[in-house]
């Protein structure tokens, strides 16, 4: 299993210009407002506490997939990405989506999921050979979160 967020280099542009990468649109900064989770490290925001940036996002695509863009958050002030052999802790508390897509980003199917079942439910959807990777979404918001692949890229 091997979890990423939004590319570092993605988050530290939006950071320095304030524009959604692609678009161009100004990204807002804000206190925040709720938990998040910032799409680089993976963690919920301290509400009140942290800075964070809003922009419009559009997950890397697989095969010339049409991935529809959506808004997410990272923080203000650069962090870091999480262990990707790990599922971050932060986002097992939120309601996920598990998305998993086949060949040329195509959806096969999706699985609800949470707390301590997310590596049982992601490693069923991988025991599907079509199944290429995972979007995780929140499945209330319906906003992209993070990518899962079966193993680290070239392994
Ligand atoms: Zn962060």
């Not at 649109?25 to 963690?43: D, I, M, S």
């Not at 010339?64 to 990405?81: E, M, N, S, W």
């Not at 050979?129 to 995972?134: D, F, S």
Request: aromatic share 8%; charged share 25%; with cysteine.
């Amino acid at each position: 299993m091997w979890v990423t967020g939004v590319d570092p280099a993605v988050a530290d542009e939006v950071r320095q210009t304030l524009k959604a990468p692609g678009y161009g649109h100004p990204a807002v900064v804000e206190l925040a407002r709720g938990t998040g989770p910032c799409r680089q490290c993976l963690g919920t925001f301290r509400v009140g506490q942290e800075e964070r940036v809003l922009f419009t996002y559009r997950p890397r695509e697989e095969g010339g997939t049409v991935t529809a863009p959506g808004p997410i958050f990272v923080h203000r002030d650069r962090c870091q990405a999480p262990d990707p052999a790990r599922f971050p802790d932060d986002l097992r508390a939120l309601p996920l989506l598990l998305e998993a897509r086949g060949d040329g980003g195509v959806v096969l199917t999706t699985s609800h999921s949470g707390g301590s079942r997310v590596e049982g439910d992601i490693a069923r959807l991988f025991e599907d050979a079509q199944v290429r990777y995972l979007f995780v979404r929140n499945s209330e918001a319906g906003c992209w979160m993070a990518r899962v692949d079966r193993a680290a890229p070239g392994a």
